[in-house]
T-cell receptor, first 112, second 114 residues
Framework: GESVGLHLPTLSVQEGDNSIINCAYS??????FIWYKQESGKGPQFIID?????DKRQGQRVTVLLNKTVKHLSLQIAATQPGDSAVYFC???????????FGKGITLSVRP | GAGVSQSPSNKVTEKGKDVELRCDPI?????LYWYRQRLGQGLEFLIY????????KSGLPSDRFSAERTGESVSTLTIQRTQQEDSAVYLC????????????FGSGTRLTVV
């Protein structure tokens, strides 16, 4: 079947290396940001979030960095594993009805 | 149920036919969202339900699209007179109240209009 990641930008990394996935968001009024992971045939899954009053937040093997000056969000994955292969989306919320605005997505491909 | 359930998982329909897509949210989740995901694209907001409030329909692309939700349970998204450009994955998500944390997606319905 068709991949949801077809035609998306692709980041290829070696297993065990660190991955950095970048996202430029659109609205300077956005106050909450989320990274989602989407595997083929599945809905997006929450990875990590960050509020606009923070610039860094760490989870298990993942770190999100927020630079409000340039409206940039990044997701760092430590020791990337084959199971990390997926499409990654950033999403922003401006508080209006709690609906999220999603970025286009980036495909992460992990080489064994 | 344990997660957001969507049906059917795949739907192939002829151009001009009507289709209904179903979403069963997580029990107790008062907020329900529909998004559309075209091939190689991000998620496009369609409609949002929160409890008994009037739905936010600002993302519906045309009057061929409509959605209903009964109380805080099942929602159906209806597309009338389907067109080829309607081909996409339609994703449903639910959350507790009107908050984005705990925004849980279903696996989607892949709609193909031929």
């Amino acid at each position: 079947g068709e991949s949801v990641g077809l035609h998306l930008p692709t980041l290829s990394v070696q297993e065990g290396d660190n991955s950095i996935i970048n996202c430029a968001y659109s609205n300077s009024a956005s106050d909450y940001f989320i990274w989602y992971k989407q595997e083929s045939g599945k809905g997006p899954q929450f990875i990590i979030d960050i509020r606009s009053n923070m610039d860094k937040r760490q989870g298990q093997r993942v770190t999100v960095l927020l630079n409000k000056t340039v409206k940039h969000l990044s997701l760092q994955i430590a020791a990337t594993q084959p199971g990390d292969s997926a499409v990654y989306f950033c999403a922003e919320n401006t508080g209006a009805n709690s609906k999220l605005t999603f970025g286009k997505g980036i495909t992460l491909s992990v080489r064994p | 149920g344990a997660g957001v359930s969507q049906s059917p998982s795949n739907k192939v329909t002829e151009k001009g036919k009507d289709v209904e897509l179903r979403c069963d949210p997580i029990s107790g989740h008062t907020a329900l969202y529909w998004y559309r995901q075209r091939l190689g694209q991000g998620l496009e907001f369609l409609i949002y339900f929160q409890g008994n409030s009037a739905p936010d329909k600002s993302g519906l692309p045309s009057d061929r699209f409509s959605a209903e939700r009964t109380g805080e349970s099942v929602s159906t998204l209806t597309i009338q007179r389907t067109q080829q450009e309607d081909s996409a994955v339609y994703l449903c998500a639910s959350s507790l109240a009107a908050v984005v944390y705990g925004y849980t997606f279903g696996s989607g319905t892949r709609l193909t209009v031929v």
